[in-house]
């Protein structure tokens, strides 16, 4: 995973957190694709720069011109725990920012079968699918594993 060390102070983080965190990195991405997955191989880690990229473009107020709240760091690192809950075979998925200040990922198969989970400073992910005419949404506390019930929408949202 290709990050910036001079990251670190804009973060806020202790170096010793940072290694450590960082530490968990390459066992993730070995085991990407693990199952023969060739998007989570491929993709893993470009996820952690997209998310890095959307964290640092989005972490001042009004990063979109229309009075967003800004990103906060404890919003990144539950984004970045959540991206490395997953077994390696999991899909990787698309990055983005929300007006209220939390991250976003989402995995899309078609308008139709879609899962975007918000992932807010408090530990909450916001979750909302589409599988053709079922829909499914709430809240679930992220405690450092993925909740069941998003890891099954993804793979109802994923499966061929």
């Given amino acids: 995973m290709a990050m910036k060390s001079s990251s670190s102070p804009q973060l806020g983080w202790k170096t010793e957190e940072i290694t450590s965190f960082f530490a968990l990195m390459p066992a993730f991405s070995d085991s990407a694709g693990a199952k023969g997955n060739p998007i989570a191989l491929e993709n893993r880690e470009d996820r952690f720069d997209e998310l890095f990229e959307t964290f640092e473009e989005c972490r001042e107020p009004n990063w979109d011109g229309y009075g967003a709240q800004p990103v906060c760091n404890e919003t990144y690192r539950l984004a970045c725990e959540f991206l490395t809950a997953f077994p390696g075979d999991t899909p990787a998925p698309s990055v983005g920012a929300e007006p209220d200040g939390h991250l ?45 019930i998003i890891s099954d929408l993804i793979h109802r949202v994923t499966a061929t």
């Fill in 104 to 148: 976003t990922v989402e995995w899309y198969r078609s308008p139709e079968r879609t899962l975007s989970v918000s992932i807010s400073a408090d530990g909450n992910l916001h979750f909302a699918a589409l599988l053709g005419v079922t829909k499914a949404y709430g809240t679930e506390p992220f405690v450092g594993e993925v909740p069941k």
